[in-house]
Structures are given as C-alpha cells and as structure tokens.
T-cell receptor
Framework: AQTVTQSQPEMSVQEAETVTLSCTYDTSESDYYLFWYKQPPSRQMILVIRQEAYKQQNATENRFSVNFQKAAKSFSLKISDSQLGDAAMYFCAYRRSGTASKLTFGTGTRLQVTL | GAVVSQHPSWVICKSGTSVKIECRSLDFQATTMFWYRQFPKQSLMLMATSNEGSKATYEQGVEKDKFLINHASLTLSTLTVTSAHPEDSSFYIC???????????FGPGTRLLVL
C-alpha cells in the first residue's frame, strides 16, 4: 500500500522568507502524480502544485516550487517570499496513474507565518 | 482551477434525523466523486468513491447503510447521513475529478453538528 509521510507537524517562517516542507512517499508504481494541497482556516482544500512522476523537471507555480527526487521518493515544497496568507495546513498527496485510483494524503504540516 | 460547490456549508440537526449534502462540479464533468470526513487537526479520511451511474465503493469501516451516496449525474453527487447521531458530527468534504483531468478538486466542505 502507498504511504505518504510528512515528518514536520508544524513549521514557522517569517514573512518574506523561504520555507521548505518535507514529504516522502512509498510506492512500487512508476507512473503516478504528487500534489501539495493547502487548507487555510476556511478549510477549503486548494491545490498548490502538481508533479507528474514521468517529468524530471520540478514543477513551479509562482512562489511555490517542488524538489522532486524520484529515486529517493521525496517531494518537498518550497515557498519563497512567504506571505501571511500562506499560513495554513499543507497536505502532501499521492495518486497512482489510472482513473480508478484515489489520493493518499500525508498527515499535514501546519505552517505559521510571522511578521 | 475547476470549481466544486457543496451545499449546505453548515447544518445542525437533531439526533435521529437524516441530512443530505450536495456536491456539484460547476465547470467540468466529474466522472468520479469522492467523499471525505475530517476530524479537527487531522488529515482527510476517505469514506467512499462514486462513479456516475454506478454504486459507490466504500472504504473499510464506513457503514454504507448509514452514509448513502448517490452519483446520479456527471455534475452531482449526494451524501445522506441517515439517522444521524452526535458521533456523526464532523466536517464532510466532497471532491471531484474527470477522466480528462489528473487533478482532484475539492468542495468547501460541510460542517455537520448533530444534537
């Protein structure tokens, strides 16, 4: 069974600084997708970034980028120029390729942004 | 990103009554919909997966007679909590995905309080 591990229950970053959230996963599949979702206090799950396993290039979305290390099964999220609005729970998620597959979530990392 | 709506956002009901929660994909056809439950400060727990026009697949430990799921069209799925009890109080989140999209999009969630 696939597992997703987020070893940092809480992280803190100062406004305008950079923070990296860790995520590791375990799978025997070669074709899969990885996601980072953000859940702010409103509890709406928001997609932050997505990575296809077959792509070697790391995904980026504005201030958000990932470090995808397929061999190490690592998928960290880097947030640059942190803003107060980045404060939220961040969930790493895995899904193998295929229409019948479902997301496996990590336990989440709560990010605090301080002034 | 794609939009998923959920209604109601808040519901308070008496013990023994049934509650229906609607989930709609507004700008895409959702071939697969998912229902999650989330306890405070925890990750999302998948309850069931439904495909349009077929019976839902429930996760182990989820009572199918208590949590009725209907996915009658490509844009609508409903979760009915039958004979609700206080222990059913929780935050319920729906999610939708189409065969053409690899990303799963989430509704804003429904807070259920059973008195």
């Amino acid at each position: 069974a696939q597992t997703v591990t987020q070893s940092q229950p809480e992280m803190s970053v100062q406004e305008a600084e950079t923070v990296t959230l860790s995520c590791t996963y375990d799978t025997s599949e070669s074709d899969y997708y990885l996601f980072w979702y953000k859940q702010p206090p409103s509890r709406q799950m928001i997609l932050v970034i997505r990575q296809e396993a077959y792509k070697q290039q790391n995904a980026t979305e504005n201030r958000f980028s990932v470090n995808f290390q397929k061999a190490a099964k690592s998928f960290s999220l880097k947030i640059s120029d942190s803003q107060l609005g980045d404060a939220a729970m961040y969930f790493c998620a895995y899904r193998r390729s295929g229409t019948a597959s479902k997301l496996t979530f990590g336990t989440g990392t709560r990010l605090q942004v301080t002034l | 990103g794609a939009v998923v709506s959920q209604h109601p956002s808040w519901v308070i009901c008496k013990s023994g009554t049934s509650v229906k929660i609607e989930c709609r994909s507004l700008d895409f056809q959702a071939t697969t919909m998912f229902w999650y439950r989330q306890f405070p400060k925890q990750s999302l727990m998948l309850m069931a997966t439904s495909n349009e026009g077929s019976k839902a697949t429930y996760e182990q430990g989820v009572e199918k007679d208590k949590f009725l799921i209907n996915h009658a069209s490509l844009t609508l799925s409903t979760l009915t909590v039958t004979s609700a009890h206080p222990e059913d109080s929780s935050f319920y989140i729906c999610s939708a995905r189409s065969d053409r999209k690899e990303t799963q999009y989430f509704g804003p969630g429904t807070r259920l309080l059973v008195l």
